[in-house]
Protein backbone atom coordinates (compact mmCIF):
# COMPACT_ATOMS: atom_id res chain seq x y z
CA UNK A 1 0.00 0.00 0.00
CA UNK A 2 1.35 3.09 -0.87
CA UNK A 3 2.15 6.15 1.34
CA UNK A 4 4.06 9.26 0.95
CA UNK A 5 3.70 13.16 1.89
CA UNK A 6 5.02 15.62 -0.12
CA UNK A 7 5.14 19.44 0.98
CA UNK A 8 5.92 22.24 -2.14
CA UNK A 9 5.88 25.87 -2.84
CA UNK A 10 4.36 26.78 -6.09
CA UNK A 11 7.53 28.24 -8.25
CA UNK A 12 6.30 31.05 -11.37
CA UNK A 13 6.19 28.21 -14.20
CA UNK A 14 4.46 25.15 -12.64
CA UNK A 15 1.43 24.14 -13.24
CA UNK A 16 -1.71 26.03 -12.44
CA UNK A 17 -4.03 23.86 -11.52
CA UNK A 18 -4.10 21.62 -8.06
CA UNK A 19 -4.58 18.76 -9.65
CA UNK A 20 -2.41 18.97 -12.44
CA UNK A 21 0.78 20.31 -9.76
CA UNK A 22 0.66 17.67 -7.53
CA UNK A 23 0.74 15.09 -10.77
CA UNK A 24 3.54 17.04 -12.01
CA UNK A 25 5.40 16.48 -8.52
CA UNK A 26 4.62 12.93 -7.70
CA UNK A 27 4.20 9.60 -9.22
CA UNK A 28 0.54 9.48 -8.59
CA UNK A 29 -2.59 9.46 -11.12
CA UNK A 30 -4.96 12.27 -11.71
CA UNK A 31 -7.60 10.15 -10.22
CA UNK A 32 -5.92 9.06 -6.67
CA UNK A 33 -4.90 12.63 -6.63
CA UNK A 34 -8.76 14.03 -6.97
CA UNK A 35 -9.52 10.75 -4.34
CA UNK A 36 -7.31 12.01 -1.88
CA UNK A 37 -8.51 16.25 -2.54
CA UNK A 38 -12.17 14.89 -1.74
CA UNK A 39 -11.15 12.68 0.92
CA UNK A 40 -9.06 15.84 2.62
CA UNK A 41 -5.54 15.15 1.99
CA UNK A 42 -4.59 17.76 0.50
CA UNK A 43 -3.64 20.88 2.58
CA UNK A 44 -3.33 24.50 0.85
CA UNK A 45 -0.94 27.71 2.45
CA UNK A 46 -1.52 30.95 0.96
CA UNK A 47 0.98 33.80 1.27
CA UNK A 48 -1.58 34.73 3.63
CA UNK A 49 -4.29 33.16 5.25
CA UNK A 50 -4.64 29.66 7.39
CA UNK A 51 -3.85 26.30 5.90
CA UNK A 52 -6.83 24.70 5.14
CA UNK A 53 -7.87 21.43 3.33
CA UNK A 54 -8.23 21.87 -0.54
CA UNK A 55 -10.86 19.38 -1.96
CA UNK A 56 -11.35 20.93 -5.44
CA UNK A 57 -8.83 20.00 -8.19
CA UNK A 58 -9.35 22.55 -10.62
CA UNK A 59 -8.18 25.14 -7.84
CA UNK A 60 -5.91 28.07 -9.58
CA UNK A 61 -2.73 27.90 -7.48
CA UNK A 62 -0.37 31.68 -7.45
CA UNK A 63 3.29 31.61 -7.60
CA UNK A 64 4.24 31.45 -3.42
CA UNK A 65 1.63 28.96 -2.57
CA UNK A 66 2.45 25.67 -0.61
CA UNK A 67 0.71 22.87 -1.57
CA UNK A 68 1.23 19.84 0.52
CA UNK A 69 -0.22 16.06 0.00
CA UNK A 70 -0.66 13.46 2.60
CA UNK A 71 -1.61 10.00 0.96
CA UNK A 72 -1.95 6.66 2.64
CA UNK A 73 -3.72 3.87 0.73
CA UNK A 74 -4.62 1.98 3.17
CA UNK A 75 -6.49 4.92 4.47
CA UNK A 76 -8.29 6.34 1.80
CA UNK A 77 -9.73 2.66 0.73
CA UNK A 78 -11.65 2.47 4.28
CA UNK A 79 -15.16 3.13 3.62
CA UNK A 80 -16.15 4.17 7.65
CA UNK A 81 -19.04 2.84 9.54
CA UNK A 82 -22.03 6.10 9.38
CA UNK A 83 -23.01 7.88 12.33
CA UNK A 84 -26.42 8.47 13.51
CA UNK A 85 -28.14 12.09 14.19
CA UNK A 86 -30.27 11.64 17.58
CA UNK A 87 -30.94 15.10 17.92
CA UNK A 88 -30.69 18.24 16.27
CA UNK A 89 -31.70 21.29 18.36
CA UNK A 90 -30.40 23.67 14.78
CA UNK A 91 -27.35 25.47 16.47
CA UNK A 92 -25.93 22.15 17.69
CA UNK A 93 -26.54 18.13 17.26
CA UNK A 94 -26.17 15.11 18.78
CA UNK A 95 -24.45 12.33 17.03
CA UNK A 96 -24.03 8.22 17.91
CA UNK A 97 -20.76 7.73 16.55
CA UNK A 98 -20.09 4.13 16.05
CA UNK A 99 -17.10 2.32 17.12
CA UNK A 100 -13.81 2.69 13.79
CA UNK A 101 -14.99 6.26 13.52
CA UNK A 102 -12.38 8.67 14.01
CA UNK A 103 -13.94 12.24 16.00
CA UNK A 104 -12.11 14.17 13.58
CA UNK A 105 -9.44 13.66 10.76
CA UNK A 106 -5.90 13.98 10.74
CA UNK A 107 -3.34 15.28 8.08
CA UNK A 108 -4.14 12.25 6.24
CA UNK A 109 -7.57 13.08 5.59
CA UNK A 110 -11.02 13.27 7.34
CA UNK A 111 -13.38 11.03 5.32
CA UNK A 112 -13.56 8.22 8.27
CA UNK A 113 -14.58 10.95 10.89
CA UNK A 114 -17.59 12.42 11.76
CA UNK A 115 -16.84 15.94 11.77
CA UNK A 116 -16.53 15.18 7.84
CA UNK A 117 -19.57 13.25 7.86
CA UNK A 118 -21.77 15.96 9.89
CA UNK A 119 -20.31 18.54 7.42
CA UNK A 120 -21.48 16.24 4.65
CA UNK A 121 -24.59 15.77 5.94
CA UNK A 122 -26.54 19.40 5.91
CA UNK A 123 -27.97 20.83 3.31
CA UNK A 124 -27.46 23.80 2.92
CA UNK A 125 -24.32 23.40 4.65
CA UNK A 126 -23.93 24.04 7.72
CA UNK A 127 -20.07 24.39 9.93
CA UNK A 128 -19.50 21.76 12.31
CA UNK A 129 -17.32 22.37 15.33
CA UNK A 130 -16.35 19.54 17.51
CA UNK A 131 -17.18 20.20 21.27
CA UNK A 132 -15.63 16.49 22.55
CA UNK A 133 -14.10 13.73 21.73
CA UNK A 134 -14.16 10.04 21.75
CA UNK A 135 -11.65 7.50 20.95
CA UNK A 136 -11.66 5.70 17.52
CA UNK A 137 -12.41 2.07 19.14
CA UNK A 138 -15.32 3.65 21.35
CA UNK A 139 -18.53 4.53 20.23
CA UNK A 140 -21.87 6.72 21.93
CA UNK A 141 -23.04 10.26 21.74
CA UNK A 142 -21.28 12.91 20.35
CA UNK A 143 -21.78 17.22 20.39
CA UNK A 144 -20.97 19.24 17.61
CA UNK A 145 -21.54 23.20 17.45
CA UNK A 146 -23.04 24.69 14.38
CA UNK A 147 -21.74 28.06 14.80
CA UNK A 148 -18.58 29.87 16.86
CA UNK A 149 -21.23 31.51 19.81
CA UNK A 150 -22.83 27.81 20.10
CA UNK A 151 -18.75 26.37 20.14
CA UNK A 152 -17.75 28.63 22.85
CA UNK A 153 -20.73 28.19 25.12
CA UNK A 154 -20.95 24.70 25.00
CA UNK A 155 -17.17 24.17 25.34
CA UNK A 156 -17.66 26.27 28.40
CA UNK A 157 -19.94 23.47 29.95
CA UNK A 158 -17.02 20.92 29.42
CA UNK A 159 -14.44 22.99 30.68
CA UNK A 160 -16.53 23.96 33.67
CA UNK A 161 -17.66 20.24 34.29
CA UNK A 162 -21.37 21.34 34.17
CA UNK A 163 -22.41 18.31 31.85
CA UNK A 164 -22.64 15.01 32.89
CA UNK A 165 -21.49 12.26 31.10
CA UNK A 166 -22.59 8.43 31.50
CA UNK A 167 -21.28 5.45 29.61
CA UNK A 168 -21.90 1.92 30.15
CA UNK A 169 -19.18 -0.75 29.88
CA UNK A 170 -18.37 -4.20 29.83
CA UNK A 171 -15.30 -5.46 32.15
CA UNK A 172 -13.53 -8.05 33.28
CA UNK A 173 -14.31 -10.08 36.48
CA UNK A 174 -16.84 -9.88 39.37
CA UNK A 175 -17.17 -7.23 41.74
CA UNK A 176 -17.61 -8.50 45.08
CA UNK A 177 -20.70 -7.50 46.92
CA UNK A 178 -19.15 -4.77 49.15
CA UNK A 179 -17.89 -2.50 45.76
CA UNK A 180 -21.30 -3.17 43.50
CA UNK A 181 -21.07 0.82 42.82
CA UNK A 182 -18.01 3.64 43.99
CA UNK A 183 -15.53 5.91 42.94
CA UNK A 184 -12.45 5.79 41.53
CA UNK A 185 -10.47 8.82 41.94
CA UNK A 186 -6.94 8.25 40.43
CA UNK A 187 -5.15 11.11 39.13
CA UNK A 188 -3.76 11.18 35.45
CA UNK A 189 -0.81 12.89 34.06
CA UNK A 190 -1.10 14.53 37.97
CA UNK A 191 -4.33 15.79 37.08
CA UNK A 192 -7.71 15.19 38.99
CA UNK A 193 -9.41 12.32 37.56
CA UNK A 194 -13.16 11.25 39.04
CA UNK A 195 -14.94 8.04 37.89
CA UNK A 196 -18.18 6.94 39.86
CA UNK A 197 -19.90 3.24 38.85
CA UNK A 198 -22.24 0.86 39.46
CA UNK A 199 -22.43 -3.04 38.58
CA UNK A 200 -25.60 -3.59 37.05
CA UNK A 201 -24.59 -7.23 36.47
CA UNK A 202 -22.52 -10.06 36.39
CA UNK A 203 -22.27 -12.71 33.39
CA UNK A 204 -20.39 -15.65 34.91
CA UNK A 205 -20.35 -17.44 31.34
CA UNK A 206 -18.24 -14.55 30.27
CA UNK A 207 -17.03 -13.61 33.82
CA UNK A 208 -17.16 -9.94 33.06
CA UNK A 209 -19.45 -7.21 34.77
CA UNK A 210 -21.67 -4.40 32.80
CA UNK A 211 -21.33 -1.05 34.87
CA UNK A 212 -23.06 2.53 34.73
CA UNK A 213 -20.40 4.98 34.79
CA UNK A 214 -20.60 8.88 35.25
CA UNK A 215 -17.64 10.68 34.73
CA UNK A 216 -17.41 14.84 35.08
CA UNK A 217 -13.93 15.36 33.97
CA UNK A 218 -12.45 14.20 30.47
CA UNK A 219 -8.72 12.81 31.05
CA UNK A 220 -7.37 10.97 27.94
CA UNK A 221 -8.48 7.32 27.92
CA UNK A 222 -9.78 7.98 31.84
CA UNK A 223 -12.28 5.11 32.01
CA UNK A 224 -10.17 2.48 30.03
CA UNK A 225 -7.01 3.89 32.27
CA UNK A 226 -8.59 3.94 35.60
CA UNK A 227 -10.77 0.26 35.43
CA UNK A 228 -7.44 -1.61 34.37
CA UNK A 229 -6.25 0.23 37.46
CA UNK A 230 -8.28 -1.64 39.48
CA UNK A 231 -7.92 -4.95 37.40
CA UNK A 232 -11.25 -4.68 35.81
CA UNK A 233 -10.01 -3.89 32.33
CA UNK A 234 -12.65 -3.07 29.32
CA UNK A 235 -13.73 -5.89 27.30
CA UNK A 236 -12.03 -5.50 23.64
CA UNK A 237 -9.77 -2.61 24.76
CA UNK A 238 -6.63 -3.13 22.59
CA UNK A 239 -4.13 -1.32 24.59
CA UNK A 240 -5.08 -1.51 28.74
CA UNK A 241 -5.35 -4.59 30.13
CA UNK A 242 -4.96 -8.36 30.00
CA UNK A 243 -6.99 -11.37 29.19
CA UNK A 244 -9.68 -8.77 28.09
CA UNK A 245 -10.07 -9.62 24.28
CA UNK A 246 -12.60 -9.53 22.38
CA UNK A 247 -13.66 -10.36 18.50
CA UNK A 248 -16.77 -7.76 18.91
CA UNK A 249 -14.62 -4.60 19.64
CA UNK A 250 -14.22 -2.46 22.61
CA UNK A 251 -17.58 -2.57 25.07
CA UNK A 252 -17.53 0.75 26.45
CA UNK A 253 -20.24 3.47 25.13
CA UNK A 254 -20.95 6.61 25.84
CA UNK A 255 -24.50 6.65 26.48
CA UNK A 256 -25.87 9.55 27.82
CA UNK A 257 -25.25 13.41 28.27
CA UNK A 258 -27.28 16.09 30.43
CA UNK A 259 -26.40 19.66 31.05
CA UNK A 260 -28.50 22.90 31.11
CA UNK A 261 -29.59 24.39 27.05
CA UNK A 262 -26.70 27.63 27.29
CA UNK A 263 -29.62 28.90 24.70
CA UNK A 264 -32.96 28.12 26.48
CA UNK A 265 -31.87 27.42 29.96
CA UNK A 266 -33.49 24.49 30.05
CA UNK A 267 -32.29 20.84 31.64
CA UNK A 268 -31.86 18.77 28.33
CA UNK A 269 -30.80 15.14 28.53
CA UNK A 270 -29.51 12.72 25.59
CA UNK A 271 -29.69 9.33 25.37
CA UNK A 272 -28.52 6.24 24.05
CA UNK A 273 -30.18 2.50 24.57
CA UNK A 274 -27.45 0.32 24.20
CA UNK A 275 -28.47 -3.18 24.43
Same mark, same amino acid.
Given at each position: ?43 ? %? #? ?5 ? @? &?? !????? +? ?62 ? %? #? ?5 ? @? &?? !????? +? ?73 ? !? ?59
Amino acid at each position: MQKLSLIKTVAPNDPATACDFLAACTSLSKSRIKDAMNKGGVWL %K #RQKGKQH @R &LR !RATAN +LKPGDILSIYYEEALLSITPPRAELISDQKRYSVWFKPAGLMSQGTKYGDHCSLLRQVELFYKP %K #RNAYLIQ @R &LD !REASG +LMLLAHDRIAAGRLSRLFQTRQVIKKYTARVLGNFSETRLQGKIDRKLEGKTAETEFAVNRYDPLTHTSEVLIVI !RTGRKHQIRRHFEMIGHPVIGDPRYGKGNQNKEGMQLVATALEFECPFNKKRVVFEYDWG
